[in-house]
């Protein structure tokens, strides 16, 4: 699983180094898979594993549901495999460096089975939109964890 927090600079040919504690868990052949996510303008990147079976997942559902054809085309539609070079950087494509923003700082950040990647002053500003929310420690609370 995916934790931690690491900042890194996404250089001017659009390479970002992918923290080694990522590399480890991303194991060979050594690629992520990227693409966008619905809420936020960060990107999000799967092991290919985890990419295949999100995959299987939506294949199951039905085509005739406006929200999941969004999913589909928004998310899926937007991926790319992603090689990991041998200094440990992955070159991220154009339209989803443009998609989040990223040039400079990022912010890479795991959430689990997944890690994000952030334009650091879009992350900030997600943080502190977050904790002004009133009811957010009511909601976690709730979920007992």
Known sequence: MFNGHYRNSINDKGRLSIPSKFRD???EPGCVVLGKTLHE????AYTPDDWERLLEKTAKLSTTKEALMYYRRHVIGSAEECQIDPQGRVLIPAHLREHAALSGKCQIVGIGERFEIWNED??????????AKEDLMAVLEGLDL
């Open 25 to 27: 868990l991303i194991g």
């Open 41 to 44: 303008t960060c990107l999000t």
């Open 122 to 131: 879009a992350y900030e500003a997600y943080l502190k939109r977050m904790e």
